[in-house]
Structures are given as structure tokens and as C-alpha cells.
């Protein structure tokens, strides 16, 4: 009987320890929840003093406040990397960083390097973001936990005479082949208008030494994501700046953007198939030609005229579908360069 009498007390005491590291645990990770900074918003800074007061503004102006702001001034050789430092005495949620110029690329990576959200989400200094924007998107990740990426409206070009707002409807896409192709996620690529669980980025950063980086990186990034979603709220103001960190180069630029979305084709394997995706890549190579003049990288899939006609794109390109069976693909560039001689190069 003592025996059983000390097994038992024994096995009280395992019980009792079980409870406590259980209990320690959930505390632990109730901690963590609670105190784990919710967004960090990355913004890289290049010779912006017109208008980075306008996109800082916008941000400490959001009605959420869970957030840390990281200007990264990339050796911006006007004053708006002593007005970041300004901002930074006033406001504790902002962090500097200061390095030598290296593109928007390296100072979104530098930003990565530093953030500490759950989520994360970048802001070109050009632009700035509607009222409660980031109260509808945070809000909406807490009902959601599961999404990866969250993807709202654009409006471009604003206050000028092309303005408009640009949205992608209200769905979840577990399947990133059909976000991709469907939701045509190719012709928004872009990466400010779209929140990210952090952890997405861990083995991932946008390429330095390329234009149109957001083309090359979105696709890796889907390779990690489980689920996307896309919602009609919130709004991203993109407006244009000709001396900001974000212009683009005529024929490198199309050149990287044409190199991105070849590579795309080959890794959905439909790089020989005809799809609308295709038609959309096929325009890009037209314009690489004609900056560029060197030889085109798309291939020439395999298609009949019967093939082009259920095709959801312009009464243009299936013109250019039909010269591209009759003549291949060289000599479309070719001739499309002599109809357009000044439409891609400058």
C-alpha cells in the first residue's frame, strides 16, 4: 500500500508540473500575440521633399495605430533625409534608415531587413493612402487570419487627366495559378496596394539591379502563400513623380519586365500554350524590340487561327495573334517596330 501510495503521489506531482508548463505556455503565447507589433510599413525615400509630408501624413492620419513606419532614405541628395529624422523626433513609431543610394529595391530590402510586424505592406513616397485604409485592411486580416496576402484598390494617376480607380473585386484564391491567370494578378504586380504576412519575405527579397523588381518578386512570393485575397476596400493613391526612386528605364526596364514574365510562362509550364497571359507577354516583347532591337526570347506557341477567336483580349492584339502564325514571332517584331518606329524606343 505505501507503494501504491507514492506512485500516486508521483503522478500527482507530473500532472500538477503538465498543468503549470501548459498554463506558463498559453500565457506565454498570449504575450506574444498581444505584444507582436501588428504592421510594418516600408518606405523607401528618394528625393521626395515635395511630397513625402503628404505620405507620411497619410499614414500617421490612419484611424489603426498599431503600426512602425520605416523611412529608408537610400542617399536621397535633397532634404528629405533630414526631413525623415524630423518626423522620427515626433513620432517613436518611426524608424530611419540611412544608406547610399541603391534603388528601390535595396532600400525595400533594407526595410525588410528591419521590420518586426506580423504583416508588412510598402508605400512609395510619391503616393499616399485613403482615409482608414489600413483600419478596413487590419481589420479584416483579424477575421482572416489565414490570408497571406491581402490586395486592395489603386486609384492612378490622381488629380491628373487619366485618373482612375482600379479594382479587383472581392475574392480568396487558395489555387495562386488561378490568382495569377484569373484574377490577372500579371497585370498588378505591383507591390504597394497588397499586405503581406511577414514571413513570406524570409526567403524572399525583391532583386537589386533590375527595373519592374515588383514583376520578378510578386511570383516568388506566391510560391510561399497558401491563400490571397482581394477586397474592394481601402485605397492606394498612386501619383507620378519624374525624379522619384520608382521611374523606369525604356529598354532595360521592359527588357527585366519581359525576362520576369518568361519566366513565369516556363514555371506554369504554359510558355507554349495560347492564353491571354501570353497575348499580354507577347506586347511586352513587341516594345522590348522595337527600345531594344535584340533577338526576342518569347517562343512562338503552338495555336490555329480557330484558337484566337475565344480569346478574351483587343481587337489589336488578335491582329498581331494572326501575323504572329503567318510570319513567327521575329519577324512580327520586326514589322510591328516599322509600323510603330517611335513606340518603345527612346
Known amino acids: 500500500m505505501p507503494r501504491e501510495g507514492g506512485r500516486d503521489q508521483k503522478k500527482a506531482k507530473e500532472i500538477a508540473l503538465s498543468v ?24 523607401p525615400v528618394y528625393r521626395v521633399e515635395a511630397t ?10 490612419q484611424s489603426f495605430t498599431d ?13 528629405s533625409g533630414a526631413m525623415c529624422d524630423e518626423y522620427a523626433a515626433e513620432d517613436s513609431r518611426i524608424i530611419v534608415i540611412h544608406k547610399q543610394n541603391g534603388g528601390l529595391s535595396s532600400a525595400r530590402n533594407r526595410g525588410l531587413d528591419r521590420a518586426q510586424g506580423e504583416y508588412v505592406t510598402f508605400l512609395d513616397s ?4 485613403g482615409d482608414d485604409t489600413l483600419a478596413i ?33 472581392v475574392k480568396e484564391y487558395s489555387d495562386m495559378r488561378a490568382y495569377w491567370l484569373d ?4 497585370t498588378h504586380t505591383y507591390a504597394c496596394n497588397k499586405v503581406y504576412r511577414r514571413q513570406l519575405f524570409d526567403h524572399v527579397r525583391f532583386p537589386e539591379g533590375v ?33 522619384g526612386i520608382t521611374m523606369r528605364g525604356d529598354g532595360k526596364g521592359l527588357t527585366d519586365l519581359l525576362e520576369a514574365h518568361v519566366a513565369q510562362l516556363d514555371h506554369l509550364g504554359i510558355g507554349h ?50 501575323m504572329l502564325k503567318l510570319l513567327g514571332i521575329k519577324n512580327l517584331c520586326k514589322l510591328h517596330t516599322l509600323l510603330h518606329p517611335h513606340r518603345g524606343a527612346r
Open 67 to 79: 503600426y512602425e513606419m520605416i523611412l529608408v532614405d537610400d542617399g536621397s541628395p535633397d532634404r
Open 20 to 43: 503549470k508548463n501548459g498554463v506558463f505556455f498559453c500565457i506565454a503565447a498570449v504575450f506574444h500575440y498581444l505584444c507582436i507589433m501588428k504592421l510594418s510599413i516600408i518606405i
Open 273 to 322: 500554350e495560347l492564353t491571354e497571359y501570353y497575348c499580354h507577354v507577347l506586347n511586352i516583347q513587341l516594345d522590348v524590340y522595337g527600345a531594344t532591337r535584340q533577338p526576342p526570347i518569347l517562343a512562338k506557341p503552338s495555336f490555329t487561327s480557330h484558337d484566337i477567336s475565344p480569346l478574351q483580349v483587343g481587337h489589336k492584339t488578335k491582329v498581331k495573334l494572326r
Open 137 to 169: 485592411l487590419m481589420s479584416r486580416l483579424g477575421a482572416h487570419p489565414d490570408y497571406d496576402i491581402l490586395e486592395y484598390p489603386v486609384y492612378w494617376h490622381y488629380g491628373g487627366m487619366d485618373q482612375r480607380i482600379q479594382k479587383f473585386g
Open 183 to 186: 484574377c490577372k494578378a500579371y
Open 211 to 243: 527595373l519592374y523588381e515588383d514583376a520578378h518578386t510578386l511570383p516568388r512570393l506566391l510560391q510561399h502563400a497558401h491563400l490571397v485575397a482581394t477586397t474592394e476596400e481601402g485605397l492606394y493613391y498612386y501619383t507620378s513623380n519624374p525624379d
Open 126 to 129: 510619391d503616393d499616399f493612402l
Open 52 to 61: 513625402l509630408a503628404r505620405c507620411v501624413d497619410s499614414v500617421r492620419g
